[in-house]
Nanobody, 114 residues
Framework: QVQLVESGGGLVQPGGSLRLSCAAS????????MGWYRQAPGKQRELVAS???????NYADSVKGRFTISRDNLKNTVYLQMNSLKPEDTAVYYC????????WGQGTQVTVSS
């Protein structure tokens, strides 16, 4: 079993940046899919960014050009660099690892407000 723990959330002004981290308790090398999701109040959880073990990455249209996902297999950590943040980015952000099992973190709150 792998546990995922997110960190790095907080309150930031519009236009600011945050970097989220998702630390795994075990190796993520064999976890094919690592993704960041978010869920705003009253809305469904949505996929924000994903990283496949072959190096491919994908982004939701709403964050393209502003967010960057990266994975460090040596540190067993996945990152989400978020730049030019907007109020509509406010949500709880979750990390997910999908391989033979489906792993989720507990989430970290991101609030974008002046």
């Amino acid at each position: 079993q792998v546990q995922l723990v997110e960190s790095g959330g907080g309150l930031v002004q519009p236009g600011g940046s945050l970097r989220l981290s998702c630390a795994a308790s075990g190796s993520i090398f064999r976890i094919n899919f690592m993704g960041w999701y978010r869920q705003a109040p009253g809305k469904q959880r949505e996929l924000v960014a994903s990283s496949i073990s072959n190096g491919d990455t994908n982004y939701a249209d709403s964050v393209k050009g502003r967010f960057t996902i990266s994975r460090d297999n040596l540190k067993n950590t996945v990152y989400l660099q978020m730049n030019s943040l907007k109020p509509e980015d406010t949500a709880v952000y979750y990390c997910r690892g999908l391989g033979h099992h489906d792993y989720w973190g507990q989430g970290t709150q991101v609030t974008v407000s002046s």
